[in-house]
């Protein structure tokens, strides 16, 4: 899995929405397993899984990159 062709605004756009896509995987998930449906609930850790490993990749290899290249290890923002 490689990061995302895309440009940082677009990439930021599409890390929000699937911020929001996977707060709904997450309650979902929760009402499975208080439900103890731990059949459907291992469906959804398996949805879950996709977006969480693309969405690290691309934090990673692109947000975190930029921050560094932006304002260094140092933290120049507050000089």
């Known amino acids: 899995m ?3 062709r895309l440009e940082l605004p677009s990439l930021l756009e ?3 929405k699937e ?3 996977v707060r709904t ?6 009402a499975l397993i ?4 731990f059949l459907a609930a291992i469906d959804k850790v398996k949805d879950l899984k996709s977006y969480i490993d ?3 990749i691309d934090e990673e290899a692109k947000v975190l990159k930029f ?3 932006t304002y260094g290890r140092e ?3 507050g000089q």
């Open 2 to 4: 490689r990061p995302r």
């Open 14 to 16: 599409t890390l929000v």
């Open 19 to 21: 911020h929001e896509e």
């Open 25 to 30: 995987l997450l309650k979902d998930l929760s």
């Open 34 to 37: 208080s439900d103890n449906k």
């Open 54 to 56: 693309q969405h690290v």
């Open 67 to 69: 921050l560094l290249d």
């Open 75 to 77: 933290n120049r923002l």
